[in-house]
């Protein structure tokens, strides 16, 4: 019995030395129809681009082989990995800590020194400090941390922002075809509200300084606008792929936010509006304005954008223009009273319903003494333009019937936050994971409640 068993290890000894000493070869394909052989013995790799002819042998002992920048091998085996070219020439030996780096750059250390090197395996930026982290790749930008501070070089490796600047977090942006550096002296992954930010271009000129302490700063574009539902780039008009009421070449701006207030600034850093107002500023209908009360009423801020960018004031809406949206309509066909979201009234409109007497106000089912009103912009800019329903008439808002939708009390539930005062949002954390955290509710200021929309707060209708 005992030779049987005898027998039995050692012919599963045997088998399982057989089977560590069998070369495998796996073929690797690579985008670019490149295709090579991966060759594993044991715990050992090797390459080879034709079968039999291998260009990194097994002999060598690598643990693992990796394949970059469409042209290099990189053979890794503790501080003695090397480079190789697809002919099988080494190119950098003896080299450690190998990270690639968008863009076909790379960072390693070889002996004593640090170095980010080129496509070309050329060293571009030499003599990195040793808590050299975050190094990334942006459009002819190198990015990375040092010593607690960011700095950028170029790919022709020319210094555009230096450490003396002290910044603690860079994040490069492409929107809407543009490229800028936001720039941090104060940052936090977990609390945005207190983050201190600033903008600069791709050449290191500091277009907004990080000193004025906005926590937060946006382009914006007046033709087109990232969707929330998506996240993909969309054109304001589909059909003319302008902004609705727009004409001319697109123009950029920033919103600026510190303590929760909004303000502006134009594409070149220029503060026109402090950050003083409860909602984002906007550009809509070719003019600035920032809206409240779930987007019920637009406040005018006599601010415009000339032709070439430049922010200029605006005489035909001029500052402290307010436009309200949601009124109540009476239409005759159907003989009730409806308050569609989107319709839109002119200061000029709400006034002349306002000015009449009470009784003739008072009376919404005498056609005659209701205030006729067009129920879109299409009308204005169309001659063409054909109503396709019966014209709807508009009905004071307040008759002195209680509020169904917020039973009388004026206000009601957010419809972002639910009532907590806080929305759910995510990001990237300095290890590249996704995160969550609680942020303010923009829409009710963080109280949970905003004005009804039904009754505009008023509780009667």
């Given at each position: 019995?005992?030779?049987?068993?005898?027998?039995?290890?050692?012919?599963?000894?045997?088998?399982?030395?057989?089977?560590?000493?069998?070369?495998?070869?796996?073929?690797?394909?690579?985008?670019?129809?490149f295709?090579?052989?991966?060759?594993?013995?044991?715990?050992?790799?090797?390459?080879?681009?034709?079968?039999?002819?291998?260009?990194?042998p097994?002999?060598?002992?690598y643990?693992?082989?990796?394949?970059?920048?469409?042209?290099?091998?990189?053979?890794?085996?503790?501080r003695n990995?090397?480079?190789?070219?697809?002919?099988?020439?080494?190119?950098?030996?003896d080299?450690y800590?190998?990270?690639?780096?968008?863009?076909?750059?790379?960072?390693?250390?070889?002996?004593?020194?640090?170095?980010?090197?080129?496509?070309e395996?050329?060293?571009?930026?030499?003599?990195?400090?040793?808590?050299?982290?975050?190094?990334e790749?942006?459009?002819?930008?190198?990015?990375?941390?040092?010593?607690?501070?960011?700095?950028?070089?170029?790919?022709?490796?020319?210094?555009?922002?230096?450490?003396?600047?002290?910044?603690?977090?860079i994040?490069a942006y492409?929107?809407?075809?543009?490229?800028?550096l936001?720039?941090?002296?104060k940052?936090?992954?977990?609390?945005?509200?207190?983050?201190?930010?600033?903008?600069?271009?791709?050449?290191g000129?500091?277009?907004?300084?990080?000193?004025?302490?906005?926590?937060?700063?946006?382009i914006?574009?007046t033709?087109?606008?990232?969707?929330?539902?998506?996240?993909?780039?969309?054109?304001?008009?589909?059909k003319?792929?302008?902004?609705?009421?727009?004409?001319?070449?697109?123009?950029?701006?920033?919103?600026?936010?510190?303590?929760?207030?909004?303000?502006?600034?134009?594409?070149?850093?220029?503060?026109?509006?402090?950050?003083?107002?409860?909602?984002?500023?906007?550009?809509?209908?070719?003019?600035?304005?920032?809206?409240?009360?779930?987007?019920?009423?637009?406040?005018?801020?006599?601010?415009?954008?000339?032709?070439?960018?430049?922010?200029?004031?605006?005489?035909d809406?001029?500052?402290?223009?307010?436009?309200?949206?949601?009124?109540?309509?009476?239409?005759?066909?159907?003989n009730?009273?409806?308050?569609?979201?989107?319709?839109?009234?002119?200061?000029?409109?709400?006034?002349?319903?306002?000015?009449?007497?009470?009784?003739?106000?008072?009376?919404?089912?005498?056609?005659?003494?209701?205030?006729?009103?067009?129920?879109?912009t299409?009308?204005?800019?169309?001659?063409?333009?054909?109503p396709?329903?019966?014209?709807?008439?508009?009905?004071?808002?307040?008759?002195g019937?209680?509020?169904?939708?917020?039973?009388?009390?004026?206000?009601?539930?957010?419809?972002?936050?639910?009532g907590?005062?806080?929305?759910?949002?995510?990001?990237?954390?300095?290890?590249?994971?996704?995160?969550?955290?609680?942020?303010?509710?923009?829409i009710?200021?963080?109280?949970?409640?905003?004005?009804?929309?039904?009754c505009?707060g008023?509780?009667?209708r």
């Amino acid at each position: 019995m005992k030779r049987i068993l005898i027998l039995i290890v050692v012919s599963i000894l045997v088998a399982t030395s057989a089977e560590a000493q069998r070369i495998k070869r796996s073929t690797q394909k690579e985008y670019n129809n490149f295709n090579w052989y991966l060759l594993r013995q044991g715990d050992y790799q090797g390459a080879e681009i034709e079968k039999g002819v291998p260009i990194i042998p097994l002999e060598m002992q690598y643990s693992k082989i990796t394949y970059f920048n469409d042209k290099y091998f990189f053979a890794e085996k503790g501080r003695n990995s090397c480079i190789y070219d697809k002919n099988g020439t080494p190119v950098l030996s003896d080299i450690y800590d190998f990270k690639h780096i968008l863009g076909g750059y790379f960072y390693a250390k070889n002996g004593r020194e640090n170095c980010i090197y080129n496509k070309e395996c050329k060293p571009i930026i030499g003599n990195l400090p040793d808590d050299f982290e975050d190094c990334e790749y942006f459009r002819g930008l190198i990015i990375f941390k040092t010593n607690g501070y960011y700095t950028v070089y170029d790919t022709n490796a020319h210094l555009v922002i230096p450490t003396d600047r002290k910044y603690v977090k860079i994040i490069a942006y492409r929107e809407y075809d543009r490229e800028f550096l936001k720039v941090y002296t104060k940052f936090d992954w977990n609390s945005f509200s207190t983050n201190i930010c600033g903008i600069c271009n791709t050449n290191g000129d500091v277009v907004i300084s990080p000193e004025r302490g906005y926590n937060d700063i946006e382009i914006y574009s007046t033709k087109r606008f990232y969707s929330a539902r998506t996240g993909e780039l969309m054109y304001r008009d589909k059909k003319t792929k302008t902004e609705s009421g727009y004409e001319g070449s697109e123009l950029f701006y920033y919103s600026v936010r510190k303590d929760w207030k909004y303000g502006l600034c134009d594409i070149n850093g220029n503060e026109y509006i402090a950050p003083e107002y409860d909602s984002r500023v906007e550009y809509v209908g070719n003019t600035f304005v920032y809206r409240e009360n779930n987007y019920a009423t637009t406040h005018y801020l006599g601010l415009k954008l000339s032709d070439d960018g430049q922010i200029i004031s605006d005489e035909d809406k001029p500052f402290g223009g307010i436009e309200e949206r949601n009124y109540q309509y009476y239409s005759q066909t159907t003989n009730s009273i409806s308050t569609p979201t989107s319709t839109s009234t002119s200061p000029k409109a709400s006034q002349s319903s306002s000015s009449k007497p009470k009784t003739q106000q008072n009376n919404p089912s005498s056609p005659s003494e209701t205030t006729s009103i067009e129920t879109t912009t299409k009308k204005n800019n169309n001659p063409k333009y054909k109503p396709s329903r019966s014209p709807i008439q508009l009905v004071p808002p307040n008759t002195g019937t209680k509020c169904g939708c917020c039973n009388g009390s004026g206000t009601s539930q957010c419809w972002q936050c639910k009532g907590n005062g806080k929305i759910r949002k995510s990001g990237i954390n300095k290890d590249g994971k996704q995160v969550f955290y609680y942020d303010k509710c923009n829409i009710c200021n963080a109280k949970g409640t905003i004005k009804c929309t039904c009754c505009r707060g008023v509780g009667t209708r």
